[in-house]
């Protein structure tokens, strides 16, 4: 099969795909059970079905496809990705790493391979939690970290919670824990993802080779104070909570400047009470969010961010809360899968980089069990969650190349 057939297989999928949108003309909107993603799911287990798999729909809502291998003892090679997307999106973010991983079950198929252990491709629902405020909906349902409290707890903005929108979608959320795949019973995942980042663009790479799936913390902070007249509260008398709050907020970005190994902080919110243009600040609050490969880097900041916090509330005269609303270590990628597909991409003379991913992804769910690896394909000026995201279509078939090596290497063991 030549790059230019398995280009046009999959822009053919992926143009197809994109029409499953409840926005069209203005960028991808496929939230979790929604008629959008029943469609995107319809389509996904076709062509599966096309590629020689045997489908299924899981208590999750995934579309799994299986091909299956010699001995049905050995643990499977999993890969796959998510067919949700956010609002007024892209046409590729999660979706072209399940295409693709359905593309390398096409390419076996054609290559009249023969499994050793199965194959299974995976399109996965809600990894983007958008809806109802979560994330890794169905990769954690495989992984056993979702149950029927966690389907009644989240609800969307109309206050439908997962557990309704499943019944509605057709699902039964009271069989959620069957998502659950045994310990020991996927050897390997890997994900195809867009970069979602300028970097591969930037520097005309072909295929982006992930390492490290950055570790994150988010904190929401909130530094009390008291209302007064603006006027009339001489600066030694007032209990500004903005005045303390941003001089905490001022340094966290030099401090992670001050860090290697790829290290961010953002603070992406800062929200005032009462917030009146002649009122001292009773209330501030703001969020952090630091991503760094050195989990130390992370820990490092957000002590500094507690220290600093105690000197200049203490000094204020205020009170702070912290609420932790993410703690996640950093993944780093399975070396043997890394390696195969670097020498792969050498043999083929594609221009490849190895990198991190600042990101999350079904793979950072599913790499706190599994050992796991990413491929990242270009992102056209690194835009991402909007309606312009691009990456080319041949780009994703050189991607699905390397995948399908993979495969055949690790399937053949
Ligand atoms: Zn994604």
Known sequence: MSIENITGRIAKDLETLKQFTATPGDGCTRLPFTKEARDAVNYLAKIMAEAGLEVHEDAAGNVIGVLRGENQELPCIMMGSHFDSVVN?????????????????????DAGFVPKRNFVVVGFMDEEGLRFGTGYFGSGAMMGTRDVEYCKHYKDNSGVSIYDAMVSYGLDPEKIEEAKWE??????????????GPVL??????????????????????VNGRADHAGTTPMDMRYDAVDAATKVVSKIADWAREKADGTVATTGLIKTTPGGMNIVCEK?????????????????????????LDKEVAAMGGSYEIDTKLVITPVFMDKEMLDIMEE???????????LPSGAGHDALEIGQKIPVSMIFTPSKEGRSHCPVEFTKYSDFAKASVIMTGLAKKLLSE
Request: include cysteine; charged fraction near 30%.
């Open 284 to 308: 501030c609050e703001f969020t952090v969010d630091i991503r760094s490969k050195n989990n130390d880097n992370i820990n490092d900041i957000a002590n500094r961010i507690r220290a600093a």
């Open 201 to 222: 663009d930037a520097e005309n790479m072909e295929v982006g080779l992930v390492d490290c799936i950055v570790g994150i913390q988010r904190y929401m902070v909130t």
């Open 183 to 196: 310990d020991g019973s996927i050897a390997k995942f890997l994900e195809l993802h867009i970069e979602q």
């Open 89 to 109: 999106g892209g046409d590729f973010d999660g979706i072209a790493g399940a295409v693709c991983a359905i593309e390398a079950a096409r390419q076996l198929k």
């Open 344 to 354: 792969d991409c050498k043999e083929k003379g594609y221009n490849y980089k190895i």
